[in-house]
């Protein structure tokens, strides 16, 4: 057998278990789901007076927001069942199980003890008085009517299913060959075959289709027992399930319609195949093989009409179902996925499945968290970035003195200090660069992944003290993008406390703070990190991360190459002077937070800033400027400050497009005065 694997099955297995992990099929995640469950069924049972259980993929969290499971619920409303009229008594029992040779397997009749249900019932074939299975059944003006359950629906989403159950205590005799049966790999385990039996079953009411007394037939659900063993799968079986469940709604359900192969069938084709097969092959390098063979067995089964229900194997869950044309429909399509070797994973259309799978396919495997990013790249364009602030601000801070000399400092950098505080500097300013490259993949979703944003919150947290701005700015934009407006104003104070020392960028260079630093004999990284602001410079491949105000500074400089004065070639960065970035933040934070005297200090900072101070990046403060200008609905001063950009910088300036906004936004102002 492993030598017809192809060789990529194990790499996918991996890369494609990583991808489930990000959708929350984690473990910890998939038990505090099903917990959840548990405490809101006993909420509920207290509340309305009798049981209440959920059952299906809500219950035992085998669902992701793509798959839009609804909630199967059963009521049982205290009347319970017995087998055997010696044991009448037990539980309060007010209803015999009975059946005869035309009865079909998995189902049952229901007659009373008492007289309390005569008028309910009717005689069968037999002569037995015996209740109508809809007798129980509650119809309610609010829902639909789906078989045996009530379907409640908001809008075009289904909430919940509900349906009236009749409690059977002891262990259905119908399925007694269970518990004896041989199990070659001890799945289940004796004590778990013990504790399903003690569960019983549920007796819920619709009948068979092709029977001549389905009004008057309950069918047999070992619901509680299905719960138990669902909680056995280990994390490969659990999504392997999951990847099942996505086949069948993007390549089946087109095909044959929604009610003909379920994903019941597919968690009976689950048990039946872990039943029989080692535990060995449900790992994580085994996630395709396993699909596979869950897909082959379905085929098996199709091909012969028949699925064998996992309790009572003498019901065959396809009868009514699936048969002529439609049973040649689903091979051929069962056959051509087959045939794929489940190449057709990428075409999931499901939470992004196939999307992710292609991007993840191209990045290797130990660098699946950067979400396709190469890290040869990352720490290339890390090192262009230190290179670009140590360029643009510390040589200018300091008047070329020879120790602060962007020549001599990467001398001092990359020659003389040791390997460590070289891999500590760069480091640093890579993690701000990893931690927004990784929150802007995150961002692009329609549902960002939470431990992917965890990830890049960490990575930009260890960034945080590459210098005493830029990587505390780029934490702080984060935070503002996922509206955590006290967490980003902290990190924005602390900045502030900073700069009261007289912190060293472009207009800071006081000679006594210079002799100070140097008489402590700081590192270079220590230097960097306590007394030194760069800029904040970001990579086109962050622009999901960046605030909308930039967004096209990004569109404007993707596919240049500038020169710099030194002639040292650098890829064009989005660039923002560090006290204009800050304000900017800071506007955008009371924004949100409808602090309006707070909003306007911060506007009155950057206008004081960008007039009397020396900028680097001066047409991109100016731009940033009128970003705030015209929220504040000032589309006369937003337009004269987006001409002074333009006369400072004719080409490739974001000021073009603000113009054309501001000019739009003015005349949609006016016809609304109007």
Known sequence: MTSNIPEYYKEVSLRLNSILDTLGLREDIRWKRINMIIQSEEACSYRLAHVMHYFGSQAEATTTPGLHSDIDSVFTLGITAVQDAENWGLYNERLLVVSDANTPPGFVKLQPIENEFESNCKSDRYGRSVIFNDYFTMRYKDCERHGPANTYSFGNKLIFDRVHGIKLYAWPDQASNWLTRNRRYNWPSQEMIVRIQQTGALLVPVGHKLSQEQHLEWRISISYGEKLLMCLFNSTQYKCYILLKMINKTFIKPVVGDDVLSSYHFKTCMFHLIENTPATIWQPENLLICVQMCLRLMYVWIDGEICPNYFIPEENMFQCKIYGHISRLLLSVLSNILKEECRCLVRISCDNIGKKLVRACQTPLMELELQGEDVTEILMISAVLLCACLQYTVQKAFNNEWIFDSRALFRRLFCREPRKEVHTILSTFSYSFIGSNLAAQSFIEEIPDTHSLDVAQEFLLWGSSSDVTSGKLKLAAFYLLQDNLDICKDVLNEIH???????????????????????????????????????VHYHPSEMNCTPKALIPEMFRCIGYIEVDSHENYLPKLVSVDPKVYLYFLEFLCYQRQNKRFHKMVALNNMIFVIRHEQLDFMETALNILAYCLMQEGSFLSTYNILCMSMKRKKSRNAAKWQITTIINAAFRFRRGGQ
């Not at 900073?498 to 000679?511: E, M, V």
């Open 497 to 535: 406390e900073k700069y009261s020392y007289k912190i060293l960028d472009r207009n800071n260079t006081y000679q006594h703070m210079r002799q100070a630093i140097l008489s402590e004999n700081l590192s270079t990284s220590q230097l960097i990190s306590q007394y030194v602001a760069f800029p």
